[in-house]
């Protein structure tokens, strides 16, 4: 008999639709009961790709014992916390007040009112080392809310009166300058793995947001050494397990310090910041490598994250036949039955392959010498090394693909699909590839027929439904998407769109009083605390995504108001900036735009032809991360047409003598027009 999730269109939320717990969804229904009865809440907030969720789950969730005491005991409310990313931040800041850390499965204990008292993460069925079994645990909790009321109250008031101070920043009305960006690299330099690459020991997490910002201080010529961190960086996960050596895309994080065994979960949003970091080292150093890399990335989001629709789907699972990782490892004898025994000992020898393996027996593929060495060792030429992998892995993959696969979680999120749109315009403007730029135009128009209504965003879809209004975070990374692809392709239609959905964002979620965007908007449930993320984490936060489209926007369309509100959060997470470089990377490059005078490029010509093309081709073959582009068609093609705001950039701009025409100005000086790339790349670097 399945329980009320049953009804729910969230993958996780029907996987636990069979449970014996008489699960809620969070809404009034459960709310309602627990004022009625009396009962605390139980909420358990996870996500579908989550492995220690799916233990929990088995655990506890399935047993009948288990399960008894928490429906007579509790009103059990079940959230998946992709769909849900305020009440996921408003309650994992109260385990992590009371516990000192969080994390996911996240199981927190309410008042009817909604106020935590008490909460973790993953519990076990039975007592384990120093962790109390979960039925012990209910039983105490039950017993303290029934018998302790005075104590459970003066720990929710507690609690209550502390949250949501980590988004509270003091306004500062000072200047600005790269001062904080040499300070915030030389904290991020002294935490750096010089041998390993990344930040930090194991776990350790890609963090792509930190190697962009550093990509950017050597781009402008402030240290050598910030590259030199970036490229052993981006080498050692391209070769290590965390990368899906056969599949392409990366993992969610490795376990270790030296990137060999990651946690199985694939997450949309990893790969899109991945495919962009990547994109931009090829951008400036030209190899191959990292070409590879970002097309291999994308193709398999094409592949086996795309909806027909055009949506980008979330996640896969870490686990298949509930073994994490045994879609993706292989033993020798595997290898040598697809490949033959000369190949299958060559190539299983090139990714790492042993008979001992270094995983659980078996073998996560890596590349633990880099094929010029590998073939030296081995007496090949690094040619024939490069043909055998290049006939090898399509097999291999192509047996792979008949093992049972992990879980994909097929909703589609607003805000990842924006940072995956982002990189599918950037890649396929950058790399020439019109594929790229088709799936892009694809996922715009499914982001604005069928996740967009009446101007308003929905965070979620599948299946038919969107739902759930959008949030801060969807707002900005969906109009930095639009934004992305509109400076891939001069459709004016998207650049409309990433106005509308900015000056939407800015309605909803602007608060004049501190100075900042809050993460839910006026549309959306109050909670006890109004959660606003200050944080880059796994992804960047929804405030620091809104600074850098309203930054661009205001260079574009010229209205002050854009750039005054950008720059307000700026100045008052300068001291997070130097402080946490490392929680406030995309914060940084938002600032470096805000400081480093970007350029304003407008080409005038038809972007389909030759000539504009190759404009084009200069303008988006290099790396220029403080830039805006806009485009028009040809002469006489440059008037508003009635739409609400103006293009001062495109502004009495035509071509020169017939010719396709560029333009480029910084800090209120422009350079003659050029007709010419090598003319157009000599203003570019200069």
Same mark, same amino acid.
């Given at each position: 008999m399945p329980n009320r999730l049953i009804k729910e269109t969230s993958p996780y939320l029907l996987q636990h639709a069979h449970n014996p717990v008489d699960w809620y969804p969070w809404g009034e229904e459960a709310l309602a009961r627990s004022i009625e009865e009396d009962k605390p809440i139980l909420l358990s907030i996870g996500y579908s790709a989550c492995h220690w969720c799916h233990v929990m789950e088995r655990e506890s969730f399935e047993d009948e014992a288990i399960a008894s005491l928490m429906n007579a005991n509790f009103v059990n409310v079940k959230v998946d916390r992709e769909e849900r990313p305020d009440l996921d931040a408003v309650y994992m800041e109260a385990v992590q007040m009371l516990t000192g850390s969080g994390g996911w499965p996240m199981t927190v204990f309410l008042t009817p009112e909604g106020k935590p008292f /008490?909460?973790?993460?993953?519990? !076990? !069925?039975?007592?384990? #080392?120093? #962790? !109390?079994? %979960? !039925?012990?645990l209910l039983l105490a909790v039950t017993e303290a809310y029934r018998t302790n009321r005075g104590e459970v109250e003066r720990v929710t008031n507690q609690l209550t009166e502390q949250m949501g101070r980590s988004g509270q920043v003091t306004p500062s009305s000072g200047l600005l300058s790269a001062d904080v960006l040499h300070e915030a690299y030389s904290r991020l330099a002294a935490n750096f793995d010089y041998q390993n690459g990344g930040f930090g020991a194991a776990p350790k997490f890609p963090q792509p947001m930190t190697p962009e910002f550093l990509l950017r201080y050597y781009h402008h010529g402030y240290s050598p050494r910030a590259l030199e961190m970036v490229e052993m960086t981006l080498e050692k996960m391209a070769y290590g397990g965390m990368y899906d050596q056969l599949g392409g895309g990366f993992h969610r994080y490795s376990t270790d310090a030296f990137w060999l065994v990651p946690h199985f979960e694939k997450m949309l949003y990893d790969n899109a910041l991945l495919a962009r970091l990547y994109l931009h080292a090829w951008q400036i150093t030209g190899r191959d490598l990292y070409r590879r890399i970002v097309e291999e990335t994308l193709d398999y989001v094409l592949r086996e994250m795309t909806d027909p629709s055009g949506g980008f789907y979330s996640a896969q699972d870490a686990d298949s036949e509930e073994v994490e990782g045994k879609f993706f490892v292989w033993m020798p004898d595997e290898i040598r039955e697809v490949l033959g025994e000369a190949d299958g000992n060559m190539l299983g020898g090139f990714y790492g392959v042993t008979d001992a393996g270094n995983f659980e027996g078996a073998n996560i593929l890596n590349i633990p010498q880099g094929p010029?060495? %590998?073939a030296l060792e081995h007496g090949i030429e690094e040619r024939d090394l490069v043909a055998l992998i290049s006939r090898g892995r399509p097999r291999l993959l192509d &047996?792979?693909?008949?093992r049972i696969h992990p879980f994909r979680d097929d909703k589609v999120i607003a805000s990842w699909n924006g940072l995956m749109l982002r990189a599918f315009a950037e890649a396929g403007a950058a790399l020439k590839r019109a594929d790229y730029l088709m799936a892009a135009e694809a996922n715009a128009r499914f982001l604005h027929e069928a996740m967009t209504v009446d101007g308003s965003l929905l965070r979620t879809y599948r299946e038919g439904q969107a739902k759930?209004?959008? /949030? +801060?975070?969807? /707002?900005?990374? &969906?109009?930095?998407? /639009? +934004?992305? +692809?509109y400076e891939a392709t001069f459709e004016r239609d998207w650049l409309d769109r990433a106005v509308a959905l900015a000056n939407r964002m800015v309605d909803l979620f602007w608060d004049e009083g501190v100075g900042g965007f809050y993460d839910t908007g006026s549309e959306h449930e109050i909670l006890v605390t109004r959660p606003r993320d200050v944080f880059d984490n796994a992804q960047p936060c929804g405030g620091s995504v809104a600074s850098e489209v309203l930054l661009k926007l205001a260079l574009i369309t010229g209205d002050e108001d854009y750039n005054l509100k950008a720059s307000r959060p700026l100045r008052a997470l300068s001291r997070l900036m130097t402080q946490a470089p490392g929680g406030a990377a995309y914060w940084l490059g938002v600032l470096d735009f805000y400081v480093s005078l970007?350029?304003?490029i407008a080409i005038i010509g038809d972007p389909a032809g030759a000539e504009a093309g190759a404009l084009l081709d200069a303008v988006h073959g290099r790396y220029l991360p403080n830039k805006v582009v806009v485009g028009s068609a040809g002469d006489g093609e440059n008037a508003d047409n009635g739409r609400p705001y103006e293009m001062p950039l495109l502004a009495e701009r035509g071509m020169v003598d017939g010719k396709p025409t560029a333009y480029v100005c910084q800090n209120y000086v422009c350079q003659l027009p050029v007709t010419d790339p090598q003319g157009l790349a000599e203003q570019l670097d200069s």
């Open positions: /008490y909460g973790g993460t993953y519990f !076990p !069925p039975t007592d384990r #080392m120093n #962790m !109390p079994g %979960f !039925p012990r010029e060495a %590998f &047996v792979r693909e008949r759930i209004p959008g /949030y +801060l975070e969807d /707002y900005a990374c &969906v109009s930095d998407g /639009y +934004l992305a +692809l970007p350029k304003e």
